[in-house]
Structure formats: structure tokens, C-alpha cells
């Protein structure tokens, strides 16, 4: 129900916003605008066709805030970013916090970079490059270098007078960190913890016990599991020589987090991962097609097998009629198991202390449900064509192919893993490959063997 | 490198634990673990066999402590409820906040449920029971009920003051909630911008624009969207009159998002939506089952498309050699549109306002792959069978099953989700079954038709 509001009021301030756009009425469209988060502006401005898109943002151009810029997705920034008026751009980007000015730059040309870069100051421009000079997807890249520190000998009292005169403190902070004196971070007092503690407590006395850093060359995967396994709301990042370079918050965490599951959820199903529903035609094809292109080859090899064995699929047509139901068990069970892997991976569930015991499982669930599967299929097909020996080789096909399944589904993104590759990323196409493949092979050869 | 290290560190940490473990050195085994963050210590105890781990625990007992027992799996925590001594339990329970109780309490039967209540005083168990009276998997159930609040015309100063003179404040807490005389949110401070502040300036008129409040009623996807979309750090919960309740803060939001991508993934793969990696080969079989079951159908009507074709394919072969490749392009296309549409329907980036032209937009995709890859099977077949006429009869089918892919892929889960079903809940299934079926007729039909 909520959801049915929600998404009939989404359509009909589409409808208004699309109303207000063809009138060219700024008002109209700054009424409809004015009590929406900027989130959900640009969540609007992604769902715009292109042309409308361009239409609004003439409309619109100086709505576009730091706030709204830094929500919108990546797969239309670049558009946005061209059609922005100088001055309108250079006041969003003086708005927005560094990592989300890292955020915005990165994947820009050295030109438009600079050209963006150009309407900080000097201290804000310095601390976005520092951060830039950080590789691509590390914490580096997701930290901001505004963080409170303070000396761990420092009481309370002295801490709050502290914040209570500073000038300048960050827009969001949630901790203050401690450093020694070379700067490197210590511990971290909540603020919460602070307000709460008699004031001639000592900040070191009041640290909590879930301090950890993270350095600025962690992958952000890593940064997103250490936040979500340890339960942090920030964390401060260090470099090489364990200096407080900035900090990380939770909310970059989660949205690493989420882009993750999507990168996974898309690589396992063969479909680029930086696909997004406001691609363009082109774009979504070119995301598609290296996968059906990558899986039109494997179904190749699968139909070669069956070429091998014509000869016995035109004495027995009825073994071009079972065959697919070997070769989709095969498919289905080895994904099942390929997806709790790459899971259990992602998760760090599946580990090299217990990989062993997951394969033994793996072999052991493949044999059962090859054994109750092929029972099944051998009653089907005995009724069905009426001969026992065609129930005999689909039945013992079928626990070949989901015993290969189990293997393949396990095996490959563990070897994957361990070669330094991501287990979701092409995992599905071998895995299939290897049903399909040993599926016509085990039936189609068996039957040759047995009934031919 | 730092994913091989840690790989390798906890691998000597399971082989000290091991060791100590059977040698019954209780201290040995406070060693290894004195270190360990509780959330490691439960994802060591969730990878031991479950004699290991009985072992474990008979050893351990009371280092089990409320932070390592709220860290706990669900897929074992019966099994550990069980097997802790109830002084550590009680001890455990008492320590643990409201929503991590809940949390543990939730699944337990009544008898069970009752008897671990009952270690908690009064109040703290009261504030249980009115989470678990909210609905499963609600808002209600994430909150927890220790909630800081303050009038919004409070200054700073007297803010500080109260924080500083109130005994009862708890662990974490990074907002002050604005209510008023009828303890209905108005808004929200958060502890840096008090800080940062004015002593004369009132709350008020340091809200936060973010603010909104959750009902306690809302599924709890709608708040791991909410926190992920708005990037909020903690937001109030309201019951049905708009009275304040409790608070859930961003790291329970985080894990919520976490579940809800691991249901999605697995569902999407015919996983039972709560397999994990320690589950036994028993629960893993059943879990898995009813998927193979329902392939098993989808593939024998898919099956009985080719036995009625038998006479075609007796008289020409190749087309049981070709059929499958377009059966395989069709499942594979089909599941790259299933994978965005349900990762666009859970991210709320296709809704009814941007459906349809999502929907034609993956019908001139289907189309453009179709007629690609049909022109490469028709100049495959063509080399390889020599049989101009088989290659246009599999081209033409490509083309067919790429557009129906596209179209099913697409309209299933917009379909289970217009009735109220999760769209990644069989959708696989439903589109396999497609591809597969109207790939076999196509080709073979159009073989019967033309060179037959």
C-alpha cells in the first residue's frame, strides 16, 4: 500500500515536472521541485529521457546545487556536467564535501577536471587532489579530509570548550579522533560518549574498544565489509606511514555496499556491471553483447558434442528429447551452487579454513539431488518412451551432470578467487558450459554405449 | 596481498583454536581470542562442524558475552541457545541492547522466548515486547527504544547541559530528537552541529533538513532504502499516532540492505533465501529442491515442444545439434533483462513512471542482439552444414527468441510485482521456461515449415 502511494505520487509529480517543463514554467517547476530531497531530484533527473532531460536542465540549470549534483548517477553525470552554466557549477561544486567533489571528478579528462577543480580554493583543491592521487575504488578515494583530531590527554572539559570555540568543524561528524603528536590516530571518542562523561575523564579513558583504521590504499569492498562486520559510523584513514590522512563515514560505506551487491548481482548474470536502468539503447547493447557473444561460443562446444553423436540421435530421436533436461538440471543446480559461493566469498563466509568442508558438501548435496533427480527422470522416461534402458542412462546421466555441477559450481569461483579474479565475473558462463557439455556427453555417450 | 594475509592469519588462528580446543587448554584458547573482535569470534564459531563446535562452547561457555551473542548467525544460534549455560545466557541477554534482544528472541517459540525475557529487569523487557508486538521484518522490530529527546526551544547551552547532567544515556547515540509535549518528532540535532553551535541558539533552529521520520509499521527494505537514498545516520520511529517510539540507527540500516541483496541474489539463483554457507547438507538439499523440482517441470514441457517435432528431427539431424544454442541465447539474454529489471525494481530506479520505456527500450535491445547473433548462427550453420536454408530457418529463430527473452525478462518481474510477489522470486524460472520453449518451437517449427 505504502508503496502504491509512494509510486502513484512519484508519477504524478513526473507529471507535473513534465507539464511545467513543456510550459517553460519556471515557477510551476520550482513548486513541484521545492519540497523534494535533492536524492530524489536527481533520481527524477535520471528517469528524464535524454531530451526531456536537456529541456529541464535549461529550465532548471541553476537548481542544480552541490547537493543534487553529487546524487546523480554516473551513467548521466557527464551530460549533466556539459549542460550546466559556468557559474552555476562552479557554486555547486564550492558547496559539495571533498570525497563527494573526488566522487564527481574522477572519472573526468584531465581537461574537465581541472576546469572543475579551477572553482575551489586552494586548501579545498589540495585536499581533493591528495585524495585523487589515491588509486581508483580505494579508501583514499572515499574519505573526507575534514576530521576533528584532539591529543588523547585532553579531559573532557577541555575537549568540549574545544569544539565550543572552534570556527570551523565539519558539516557531519560523529567522533573525534585521537592523535599522537606526529599524527597518528590512537583511538576515538563518540561525541555521545563525550557529552555523557564526567569532565575531568581523560579522552583516552573514554576510546572505544572498536577503533580501527584503514589505510588509504584498502580496496572499498574492504571498507565496506569492515564497516558492516564491526558495526563502525566512522573510521579514519591512514597512509603509509600511519598518518591521519581522513576519515570515512558510514554512509559512504553503505553506498559502497550497495554498489557491491549490484556489481555482483549484474556480473553474475552476464550483464555489464555499471549497467543502469537509463542507459540508452546502444549503451545496454554493448554492455550485452561481449556475454551472449562469450556464451554463443560455449553453446558451440555444447552442440559439437551433440554433432559427435548423430549417428545416435537418428537411430533413437527420442535421445534429442531428453537431452536439454539433463543439460538445464545440470545448468540450474551448478548456478545454485556457484551463487552461495561467490556469496559465501563476497561475505568472507567462505574461507580457505573451510573450503574443504563447503566442496565436501557441495559433492555430497550434487550426489543426493543427482541420485533423487535421476531416480525421478528414469520413472518419467520409462513411462513415458517405454524402455527401461533409455531410464537407465538418463538416470545415471543425471547424477554425472549435477555431481559436475556441484564441482563446477564450487571449483571455479574458488579458483577464480584465488587467481585474483572476481568469482562473479564469468563464473556463470563456465559453469553452464560445463553442465551443457557433460550433460549431452554423459547421456548421449552413455546411450551409445548401452542402447546402441 | 592484505586479502591473502588475513586469509592466511585466520587460518593459524582456526589451527590455535583447533589446537587448544582439543587439548581442553581453556587458556591457550583465551589467548587466541583475547584479541578477536566478537563479531570474528562468531564467524569462527559459525565456520566450526557442529562437533567442533559443541567442543567449542563446552569449553567456552562463559566467554560468550552479549556482543558475541548478538553477532551470532541464525542459522545456528538455536543450536549455540542451547548449549550456553543459563547464568552465561542470562548475563549475555542483560547486556545486549533492546533491538539486538529482539533480534535473538524473535524466532524462538514461546517457552524459549519467555525463559530468556526473563533475565531482563522490567523495563528493558517491556521495551522488548513492544518491539516484538510490531509485525516481523518491520521497523518496529530494528528500533530500539532508548531514544535521547529535548524540546526544540532548548538552547544549546541548557542541551549540553541536560546531556551532561543526565546518569542514563546510551551507548551510541549521534542525534538529539526534537519532540514535542506530545512526544511527536519534530526534527532532529545532531551531536557535531550542537556542539559546533551558539549557546543561545534554540534546537529548533538547528534541525536537521534530512529529518523525517519511519513508521514503525514500514517493512524494513523501506528503511534500508530510505537510510541508503537520504543518507541518513539515525532516524526517529513513530507509531500509528505519530508518537515517538525509538530509534534506528544507520549500521542496523546497513545490515538490513546487506539481508536484503543476499535474498535477492540467492532467490534470483533458486536458492532458499536463507542458505548460508554453514547449513548442513540436509538443510542445503532441501533448500535446493523444490527449484530442481520446479526446472524439472519447465524442462520436460520444453521437452515435450521437441517430441513433437520427433519426425523432423529424424529426418534431418542437425536440427537437434542446433536447437540448443538458440534455447541457450534466449535463456542467457532473458536473464540479463530479469537481472536489471529486479535490481531496478529493489533500487527503485524502474517504477511505473519509467516502465514503459523501459520495456521498449529492452525490445529494440532484443531485437538489435537478435538480428546480430542471428546473422552470426545463420553464417555459422551455413559454413558448417552447408544448408542456406537451416541457416536462415536458425537465424529467424534467434531473432524470435531474443525478442521474447527481452519481452519476458521484462514483464514477469514487472508483472510479480504488480501483484504484490518479489520479483527476483521465480522469475528465473518463469523466463527459462520461456526462452526454452518458444526457442525449441520457433526453430523447429520454422524447420518443419520451410525445409521439411
Redesign the interface.
Known amino acids: 500500500m505504502?508503496?502504491e502511494n509512494r509510486?502513484t505520487e512519484?508519477?504524478d509529480l513526473?507529471d507535473r515536472v513534465d507539464a511545467a517543463v513543456e510550459a517553460g514554467d519556471r515557477a510551476a517547476l520550482d513548486a513541484a521541485l521545492e519540497p523534494m530531497?535533492p536524492?530524489?531530484i536527481a533520481?527524477l533527473i535520471?528517469?528524464l529521457?535524454p531530451g526531456d532531460r536537456r529541456a529541464f536542465l535549461t529550465l532548471y540549470a541553476d537548481g542544480i546545487d552541490g547537493d543534487v549534483l553529487s546524487e546523480i548517477d554516473e551513467s548521466i553525470r557527464e551530460e549533466v556536467l556539459e549542460q550546466l552554466p559556468r557559474a552555476v557549477l562552479d557554486d555547486a561544486v564550492r558547496e559539495m564535501d571533498s570525497d563527494d567533489v573526488v566522487d564527481l571528478v574522477e572519472d573526468l579528462d584531465d581537461a574537465e577536471r581541472a576546469l572543475i577543480l579551477a572553482a575551489l580554493d586552494a586548501g579545498d583543491r589540495a585536499a581533493v587532489q591528495q585524495s585523487l592521487a589515491y588509486p581508483e575504488y580505494s579508501a583514499g578515494r572515499l574519505m573526507q579530509s575534514e576530521v576533528v583530531t584532539a591529543p588523547e590527554h585532553w579531559t573532557v572539559a577541555r575537549a568540549?570548550q574545544f569544539?565550543?570555540a572552534?570556527e570551523w568543524?565539519?558539516e557531519?561528524?560523529?567522533h573525534i579522533v585521537l592523535v599522537d603528536p606526529r599524527r597518528h590516530p590512537v583511538g576515538y571518542v563518540?561525541?555521545?560518549r563525550l557529552?555523557?562523561s564526567r569532565?575531568d575523564a581523560t579522552l583516552r579513558e573514554l576510546a572505544e574498544d572498536?577503533f580501527r583504521t584503514i589505510?588509504a590504499f584498502?580496496?572499498e569492498a574492504?571498507v565496506a565489509y569492515v564497516?558492516?562486520?564491526?558495526?563502525?559510523?566512522s573510521a579514519p584513514v591512514v597512509d603509509r606511514d600511519d598518518r591521519l590522512v581522513g576519515v570515512i563515514t558510514?554512509?559512504d560505506?553503505?553506498?559502497v555496499?550497495?554498489e557491491e551487491?549490484?556489481e555482483?548481482?549484474?556480473r553474475?548474470?552476464?550483464?555489464g556491471d555499471e549497467?543502469?536502468?537509463?542507459?540508452?539503447?546502444m549503451q545496454?547493447?554493448r554492455q550485452?553483447?561481449p556475454?551472449?557473444?562469450t556464451?554463443?561460443v560455449?553453446?558451440?562446444a555444447?552442440?559439437s558434442v551433440?554433432?559427435f553423436f548423430?549417428d545416435a540421435?537418428?537411430q533413437l530421436?527420442?535421445?534429442?528429447?531428453?537431452?536439454?533436461?539433463v543439460?538445464?538440471?545440470g545448468g540450474?543446480?551448478g548456478?545454485?551452487t556457484?551463487?552461495?559461493a561467490?556469496?559465501?566469498l563476497a561475505?568472507?563466509?567462505?574461507?580457505?579454513?573451510?573450503a574443504l568442508?563447503?566442496v565436501r558438501?557441495?559433492v555430497?548435496?550434487g550426489l543426493?539431488?543427482g541420485v533423487?533427480?535421476g531416480v525421478?527422470?528414469a520413472a518419467?522416461t520409462w513411462v513415458w518412451f517405454r524402455d527401461p534402458g533409455l531410464a537407465a542412462v538418463i538416470g545415471s546421466a543425471m547424477i554425472i551432470n549435477l555431481l559436475v555441477a556441484a564441482l563446477a559450481g564450487i571449483l571455479i569461483p574458488l579458483g577464480l578467487n584465488k587467481l585474483g579474479a572476481d568469482p562473479a565475473l564469468a563464473s556463470g558462463t563456465f559453469v553452464?558450459m560445463m553442465t551443457?557439455v557433460i550433460g549431452?556427453l554423459a547421456f548421449l555417450g552413455l546411450a551409445t554405449a548401452v542402447l546402441l
Chains 1, 2 share one sequence.
Open positions: 505504502a508503496d509510486a512519484t508519477d513526473l530531497h536524492a530524489d533520481d535520471e528517469r529521457t568540549i569544539l565550543r572552534e568543524l565539519p557531519q561528524f560523529y563518540t561525541l555521545g557529552l555523557a569532565s572498536s589505510s584498502a580496496e574492504e564497516f558492516n562486520q564491526y558495526h563502525l559510523i558510514i554512509d560505506a553503505m553506498q555496499l550497495d551487491h549490484e555482483d548481482i549484474l553474475l548474470a552476464g550483464v549497467s543502469s536502468i537509463s542507459d540508452s539503447v545496454t547493447v550485452r553483447v556475454w551472449l557473444a556464451n554463443i560455449t553453446a558451440l555444447a552442440a551433440i554433432a548423430e540421435i537418428a530421436v527420442a535421445l534429442a528429447v531428453l537431452m536439454p533436461i543439460a538445464s538440471m540450474n543446480a548456478t545454485q556457484l551463487t552461495v561467490v556469496r559465501g561475505t568472507r563466509d567462505l574461507s580457505r579454513a573451510n568442508r563447503v558438501r557441495e555430497i548435496v543426493t539431488n533423487f533427480f525421478i527422470m518419467i553452464t551443457d549431452f
